[in-house]
């Protein structure tokens, strides 16, 4: 119990140095303020329900045995396609600078989304043939 | 239609047991990102009580390095987390008396400032990293600031939750023979999976060797010389003096002065260096500088060992435009005015007619385009 009252104590008067820092050693706060509200309005409100709405409609429409490999290619395209979009959309490009963003993000993307989906495929099918097989030492 | 509950959510991703698994290794990333971050923001003051170390030479690009790709890889994580927890936004507060509504409101607080921050901090920095500024905040401030928000409000949570992780780290994560989408140890193995994806697809900008792999790395390594560029010349607006007949270096102490231009600083003893080139914004590479050896310079005005130095660039403006060269880095062997990369004249974009480099400092005190170097009293 003194362990997690330390913890809490330790937590509570580093976040308000935090708070501290912020006020005092930045000028445009509305701005701060518009990035956190914003940044966890977005995820709790479009992101989660949007993930949501998509799992809902993958468990209706897609066959069992690609249900979980469809589950894991998005947790991980998903999650990379979102942390990279600065370089997806090279919004920091500068003409005088051809040594930053000097990719070709897009095909980049697109090399990964397929090394994903045929992830996905081909443990699809090895599921389907595992299924198989089981009911057929049921059934024989 | 209605709100939603937390007993709607009958998926076995949500709650305590995937939570407790995953949300460590958030707390580790954080943590990480938060010590490399400490010790980048000491590395650029220009007074140190403690003076930074010089050696190794690699040390402030290893930190940085790691403080971008533990960032990266934390961003699965954190989905992830919040996935699992994800119902309990929607709780409502069991009784309806003063206290259990004030601690109910308190604790849920402390949640919405840490999710807050947390997804500020991951945002901006991916976005600082790819040169991607869509705010008109300063960077450094509020992502310093917000950073000792998101550890507190941290180190609070692991304080409330502490009995609950170690409660569900003691049971096992069982066996699922036929889940409906994914069982626990699915998401958790996928999550493991996204958060090493995503590290291996970024992390060429600091790891040579992962260059080829990195698709979505923010830099290929590429450059003049072979070595990438922060801020180019005509960026930076010096074209005009860097290239000018007349420049000359200016080494200055009290009342002694010497002027050096490029043909006398070639004529004096040249050392060849293997440094890196550590960017704050988490990209690195090395190169081979040749050039003057600071401290054979300041020997020239006769300053003591130890002093600090001002260094000033041709630049007209920008933050760091004049830094400070503190003792320990300026008496250091390896400390160059480098005049050559790659046994080449020094392109413009790397600081022709010459610039500083030292071991083991952020890049953006590595000075261009040198114009004056002031020892201070």
Known sequence: MTARLGLGALGVAMAAYGVWLLVTRESDLVDVATWLVGGAVLHDGVLVPVVLLLGLVCSRWLPWAARGPAAVGLVVLGSVTLLAVPVLGRFGAREDNPTLLDRDYTSGWLVLAGLVAVGVVAATLVRMRRVGRGSNTRSG | ?377
């Open chain 2, 1 to 377: 239609m209605r709100v939603p509950a937390p007993e709607d959510f009958t998926s076995r991703l949500h709650g305590p047991a995937l939570a407790a698994r995953v949300g460590p290794a958030l707390g580790v990333c954080f943590a990480i990102c938060f010590l490399t971050g400490l010790l980048s923001h000491y590395a650029q003051e220009p007074s140190q009580p403690i003076p930074f170390p010089t050696s190794p030479a690699w040390g402030y690009r290893l930190t940085q390095g790691l403080h971008v790709v533990t960032g990266t890889a934390a961003v699965p994580l954190l989905l992830v987390k919040l996935w699992t927890v994800y119902p309990r936004l929607l709780d409502r507060p069991g009784r309806l008396d003063v206290r259990h509504l004030l601690v109910t409101a308190l604790e849920r607080l402390s949640i919405l400032v840490l999710v807050a921050s947390a997804v500020f901090l991951l945002a901006t920095g991916l976005a600082n990293s790819a040169q991607w500024y869509p705010w008109s905040f300063s960077f450094r401030t509020s992502h310093y600031a917000v950073a000792w928000v998101a550890v507190g409000s941290l180190v609070l949570h692991v304080g409330v939750k502490l009995a609950v992780v170690r409660e569900e780290l003691r049971r096992p994560l069982e066996r699922e023979e036929r889940p409906s989408v994914l069982s626990r140890r699915g998401l958790l193995r996928s999550t493991w999976l996204a958060a090493g994806v995503a590290a291996l697809a970024t992390a060429g900008q600091s790891v040579p060797w992962l260059r080829d792999v990195s698709v979505l790395g923010v830099r290929s390594g590429g450059g003049p010389q072979d070595l990438p560029v922060n801020k180019s010349a005509a960026a930076a607006r010096v074209t005009p003096a860097a290239t000018a007949p007349g420049w000359a270096l200016t080494v200055t102490h009290g009342d002694r002065s010497v002027r050096l231009t490029r043909e006398e600083l070639l004529a004096l003893e040249q050392r060849t260096e293997e440094l890196p080139i550590a960017c704050v914004e988490g990209w690195s590479a090395s190169g081979t500088w040749t050039g003057v050896r600071v401290r054979d310079l300041l020997d020239r005005v006769g300053a003591p060992r130890g002093s600090d130095v001002v260094v000033r660039s041709l630049q007209e403006s920008g933050p760091f435009r004049t830094t400070v060269l503190q003792g320990g880095f300026a008496d250091d062997d390896r400390t160059l005015v480098a005049l050559a990369l790659g046994g080449e004249p020094l392109a413009l974009d790397h600081g022709y007619p010459a610039r500083l480099i030292a071991p083991n400092r952020p890049g953006v005190l590595q000075t261009k385009w040198l114009d004056r170097l002031e020892v201070q009293a």
